[in-house]
Every structure is written in structure tokens, then in C-alpha cells.
């Protein structure tokens, strides 16, 4: 069974303030994504790494998947209160099809 | 290019009873998967639905099972319905490429039970 390990569970900064999440597993994926959930609503995908190493920058979001494709980060500079909501970081296994395994997720808040 | 639709938004259900929630994919997914998200256990993998057959199976009872049609539209039906089914209940419409895996949720349907 592949897990996914994502870490803070929480956390809340101040507007300005530049953050890190981790997601770690010991299982190799072959893509991971990450995805932003609002309340009530369902994830919206932001990025997909693919390639050992890889990163990717979306703005002020930075991603970057791990040499061996075990792990992920997601680093936000100078965050805002419109940044706030539920990261969620999910991997597809290779050998699973579409099935993803997600992190618990990160609960960001960014205070004003 | 239309998302991915899932209805009803929001059911209340009596223990016992059973339910049908549908799953409309992204024009062109073949893939359709199901997850139930609750706030102890996160996003967890129900099934997975691929031109009309069953992919991939999580770990839920046979309660739960689903189904996808040759439109690729697709249902998950919950039988004798109990208290901690009450989730918020995600599809996800797949595309698989040199990109890898990318699912798109819809905006799910949130099951209450009473």
C-alpha cells in the first residue's frame, strides 16, 4: 500500500510570509500533483511533476518532485490571504491506473 | 471545454436507505474515479471506472459499487446507508499521457445521513 506522508497539518502565517509543504513517502510514483481544495468544493489541480527532479513554478508557488520520485514540496513566497485553503499533494502509482493516494493535506491560513 | 459534473450537490438520506450519485467526466476522459472525503480520513479511494469496467478497487465494503456507461458517464450507489457514510463524495475525470496522470474533481456531492 503506497502512503503519503504531508506535513504541517496546519499552519497560519502572516500575509508576507513565505511557507514550505512537504509530502514523503517511500513508495516511487510515477507522477505527483498537487491540488488546492476550498470548502465544500472539490480539489482544483495546479500542477503535475513527472520527472525525477523536476521543478515547477506557478507564480509565487514553487514545486519541486524529488531526484528519486518519492517525495514533493511546495514552497509559496510571499503569501496572501487568497492563498488560503487545503493543499493536497496525490500520487500516482505505476502500476495503478488513475488511482491516486493523497496526503492528509496542509490547512494553510494566511492572515492579513 | 465543460469540468466535470456531479449531482446531486447536497442529498440527507435515513439510515438504511440507499443512494445514487452521478458523474458526468470531462469531454474525452475515459476514466472515472470515485473518493470519499471525511474529515478524519481524507480523500480515500472508493473505485475506478475505465470504458466501462471496473479498474481499480479500494478498500470499502460491498456496500458501495458503482458503474460507468459508454458515455463514460458514471454512478457509485451506497446501499443500506449508515451514519459514517456522511462524506463529501468526489468524481474525478482522468487523462493518462506523457504527463502522467492528471484527475480533475468535480465539486462533489455531500451525503448527510441521519
Known amino acids: 500500500t503506497q502512503l503519503l506522508e504531508q506535513s504541517p497539518q496546519f499552519l497560519s502565517i502572516q500575509e508576507g510570509e513565505n511557507l514550505t509543504v512537504y509530502c514523503n513517502s517511500s513508495s516511487v510514483f510515477s507522477s505527483l500533483q498537487w491540488y488546492r481544495q476550498e470548502p465544500g468544493e472539490g480539489p482544483v489541480l495546479l500542477v503535475t511533476?513527472?520527472?525525477?527532479?523536476e521543478v515547477k513554478k506557478l507564480k509565487r508557488l514553487t514545486f519541486q518532485f524529488g531526484d528519486a520520485r518519492k517525495d514533493s514540496s511546495l514552497h509559496i513566497t510571499a503569501a496572501q490571504p487568497g492563498d488560503t485553503g487545503l493543499y493536497l499533494c496525490?500520487?500516482?502509482?505505476?502500476?495503478?491506473?488513475?488511482?491516486?493516494?493523497f496526503g492528509e493535506g496542509t490547512q494553510l491560513t494566511v492572515n492579513p | 471545454k465543460a469540468g466535470v459534473t456531479q449531482t446531486p450537490r447536497y442529498l440527507i438520506k435515513t439510515r438504511g436507505q440507499q443512494v445514487t450519485l452521478s458523474c458526468s467526466p470531462i469531454s474525452g476522459h475515459r476514466s472515472v474515479s470515485w473518493y470519499q472525503q471525511t474529515p478524519g480520513q481524507g480523500l480515500q479511494f472508493l473505485f475506478e471506472y475505465f470504458s466501462e469496467t471496473q479498474r481499480n478497487k479500494g478498500n470499502f465494503p460491498g456496500r458501495f459499487s458503482g458503474r460507468q456507461f459508454s458515455n463514460s458517464r458514471s454512478e457509485m450507489n451506497v446501499s443500506t446507508l449508515e451514519l459514517g457514510d456522511s462524506a463529501l463524495y468526489l468524481c474525478a475525470s482522468s487523462l493518462t499521457g506523457v504527463r502522467g496522470t492528471e484527475a480533475f474533481f468535480g465539486q462533489g456531492t455531500r451525503l448527510t445521513v441521519v
Open positions: 511533476v513527472v520527472t525525477g527532479g
Open positions: 496525490a500520487g500516482a502509482g505505476e502500476t495503478s491506473g488513475s488511482r491516486l493516494t
